[in-house]
């Protein structure tokens, strides 16, 4: 995998099968978005990107030209783009909580509401966890002061959509600092 096979033309070709991705900078160094590594190198060949970091030893190209692998690209023109938030639902709690209930850390499928709806509570990010069925009933509705059932960890809001898309890679070298300005790596790795 170390060398894709770019056609020299201004049509680019690369592997399907490649499952990587790039980080992708605004032109102020601000989280954009993220692509393919496809995409990036189209932008890197149109001249519309520089990489800020690549990938240790490996390089894609062609006869004619060669870039080395770009684990982070950046746009050379900003690009506006309006905050956009991740929308509460029950999947994308799953995944923030890795489908792994927050009371005992085995698998779980269902939400738990923190404090229960019955008693006031509110579906929003911090109130809402990823609960195993088992703790889920066991909970019922108390507390998890009540119930004496610790969580693992602070539920809170994600920091922005691809965080949920693609957060496994987030962990690559060098994206974090880019990705999770306000928040420390334990958190950007395992999401609070
Ligand atoms: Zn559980």
């Keep these: 995998m170390a060398y894709i096979l770019i056609s020299a033309a201004s049509d680019i070709i690369i592997k399907k099968d490649m499952k990587t991705y790039v980080l992708v900078l605004n032109a102020s160094y601000e989280f954009l978005n993220i692509a393919t590594l496809e995409r990036a190198v189209k932008l890197l060949y149109k001249g519309k990107a520089e990489i800020v970091e690549a990938v240790d030893g490996k390089e894609i190209g062609s006869p004619s030209f060669k870039f080395k692998m770009p684990s982070i690209i950046r746009m050379l023109y900003f690009i506006f783009r309006p905050h956009r938030d991740v929308a509460l639902t029950k999947k994308n709690i799953l995944l923030r909580d890795d489908h792994k209930c927050q009371y005992c850390s085995r698998e779980g499928d269902t939400i738990d509401h923190i404090v229960p709806k019955s008693r006031g509570g509110e579906d929003t ?22 119930a ?19 957060k ?3 962990s690559k070298v060098g994206w974090a600092k ?4 306000n928040i420390n790596i334990e958190e950007a790795v395992e999401p609070a």
């Design 125 to 146: 990010w911090e109130n809402c966890v990823c609960s195993c069925i088992n703790c889920n009933t066991r909970k019922n509705n108390r507390t998890p002061e009540e």
């Design 168 to 170: 496994r890679d987030a």
């Design 178 to 181: 880019y990705l999770f300005w």
């Design 148 to 166: 004496n059932m610790k969580l693992l960890k602070k539920p809170r809001k994600p920091v922005y959509i691809p965080w949920i898309l693609i």
